[in-house]
């Protein structure tokens, strides 16, 4: 896999995480500013873990990960 594949899934995680803590703590009556100080602060955060998860997977089984329509090597 390469980096472009496992950036994409970080910044694609990171946005989602970021979007649901901040909406949710905007939601309990917080200010927008700690709410996106929040945000800012958990989704790295859960964004990383979210990766090293994934990564854990993918050196266990690789094979799992390949696409139909990526070549097998």
């Known amino acids: 896999m390469s980096y ?3 950036l994409v899934r970080f910044f694609l995680v990171f946005a989602a995480a970021f979007i649901v803590i901040a909406g949710a703590q ?3 009556s ?3 500013i700690f709410a996106l100080t929040q945000g ?3 989704a790295p955060i859960t ?3 979210y990766l ?3 990564i854990y997977k ?3 089984n690789p094979v799992c990960f390949i696409k139909d329509d990526e070549p097998k090597h």
């Open 52 to 54: 090293a998860v994934l």
């Open 4 to 6: 472009k594949f496992w």
């Open 58 to 60: 993918f050196r266990k």
């Open 30 to 32: 917080h200010s927008m």
């Open 47 to 49: 964004a990383a873990i």
């Open 40 to 42: 800012a602060i958990w």
């Open 26 to 28: 905007y939601l309990k």
